[in-house]
């Protein structure tokens, strides 16, 4: 369910689920509930954040923002995966 927040699992989810021989009911089941708590979730933060003035005024400084935070994960691994890579060549 929690797949649906986190795009590369959200990805191999269903070959998981197929690899640990999930129900299909279950998994039918997860899926959708995890489509209604992610729909949920996105409508409920738009109208929270979508009526404050300031959002209203920014908002491609929001955009610009949410896709920031969406790259932070794969640079911060990236970063890391170099940084392990010096560390290993320079033994």
């Known amino acids: 369910m929690l797949a649906r927040f986190v795009p590369v699992v959200r990805t191999f989810a269903p070959f998981v689920a197929a690899l640990g021989h999930m129900a299909y ?6 899926n959708i509930a995890g489509g209604l708590l992610w729909v949920g979730a996105l409508v409920g933060a738009g109208v929270a954040f ?6 209203s005024e920014h908002l491609t400084v929001v955009i610009l923002g949410i896709v920031a935070v969406s790259l932070l ?17 320079s033994r």
């Open 25 to 30: 009911k279950t998994f039918l089941a997860y």
């Open 50 to 55: 979508g009526n404050l003035p300031w959002v």
């Open 73 to 89: 994960p794969g640079l911060i691994g990236w970063l890391s995966g170099k940084k392990q890579g010096e560390a290993s060549t």
